[in-house]
């Protein structure tokens, strides 16, 4: 890879919210950007503003419940690029039937596992062998505070009274891979590590964060244009490290 030639990032979940904004970002910064949609008209239609703006951002059929799409998406990308130099892990759900642990809907619980860990633990297996062609590979996995057993664990924590059994655990096991990922890729040159975004109004929370998607993409873009001094295996959101 030349220096002049555009570093290319892939943003799961990135036709809305705090993805959308990942993209724009990671855009701005001169990166060529690739939108990934489980829906794709959904994507081009997100594409389309950004191109609007001036961005230059392609589409790809991401669905983190579909390997075929995971498969095909890494084929896409090689063909069109060879490489993959930024993945961001954005795509991540809710379930209004998740709860505390003793009153949680099992299904609930399955289904935000199946998207928060085992498919975006698949979508990173399907682009590492892109990423290891990189000179400076980075995989931002966004993962929330509410995964962090020590700030579950503090009973005076604001996250202390979100017990959402599922989706707190499924980020808490997203931030094992990451630490577990960092250390493996270490000799590679990936950094890997997980962005806390903040509480930012988005559809998963029915708009009542108290952020905007401009302040809950920071961490992830920091983090995706980290340096080759920057850190790998660490827990970050806006304001600097997160405890685990
Ligand atoms: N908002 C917050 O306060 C907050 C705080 C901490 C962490 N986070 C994390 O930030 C990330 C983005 O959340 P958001 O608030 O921007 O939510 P959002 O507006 O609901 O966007 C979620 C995105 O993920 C996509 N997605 C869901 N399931 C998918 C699947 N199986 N395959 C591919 N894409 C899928 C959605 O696609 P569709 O449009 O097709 O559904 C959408 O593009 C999530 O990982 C979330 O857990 C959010």
């Known amino acids: 890879?030349?220096?002049?030639?555009?570093?290319?990032?892939?943003v799961t979940g990135a036709n809305k919210g705090i993805g959308l904004e990942i993209a724009r970002q990671l855009a701005r910064?001169?990166?060529?950007?690739?939108l990934g949609a489980r829906q794709v008209a959904l994507g081009e239609a997100a594409a389309l503003l950004l191109k609007d703006e001036g961005l230059e951002v392609g589409v790809v059929h991401l669905d983190l419940?579909?390997?075929?799409?995971?498969?095909?998406a890494a084929e896409s990308i090689h063909r069109a690029h060879g490489r993959l130099d930024v993945l961001v892990n954005n795509a991540g759900i809710t379930d209004p039937a998740d709860g505390p642990p003793t009153q949680a809907s099992m299904t609930a619980v399955r289904r935000i596992f199946d998207t928060n860990f085992f498919g975006t633990f698949e979508a990173t297996q399907a682009m590492l062998p892109l990423l290891r062609k990189s000179s400076a590979g980075r995989?931002?996995?966004?993962?929330?505070?509410?995964?962090?057993i020590a700030l579950n664990a503090d009973p005076n924590s604001l996250f202390a009274s979100?017990?959402?059994?599922?989706?707190?655990?499924?980020?808490?096991?997203?931030?094992?891979?990451?630490v577990q990922l960092a250390a493996e890729l270490a000799d590679a040159g990936i950094k890997v590590n997980a962005a806390d975004p903040g509480y930012t109004a988005t559809d998963l929370n029915g708009h009542r964060g108290t952020q905007t998607v401009a302040e809950g993409a920071v961490a992830a873009v920091r983090l995706a244009l980290l340096p080759d001094d920057g850190p790998s295996g660490g827990f970050f959101n806006a304001a600097g490290p997160q405890p685990w």
């Open 1 to 10: 890879m030349t220096s002049s030639a555009p570093r290319i990032a892939l």
């Open 29 to 34: 910064s001169g990166l060529r950007v690739l």
């Open 65 to 72: 419940g579909r390997a075929d799409t995971l498969r095909a």
């Open 139 to 148: 995989i931002v996995n966004v993962s929330s505070g509410l995964g962090s």
């Open 162 to 178: 979100y017990r959402l059994a599922g989706y707190n655990t499924s980020k808490t096991a997203l931030n094992m891979l990451t």
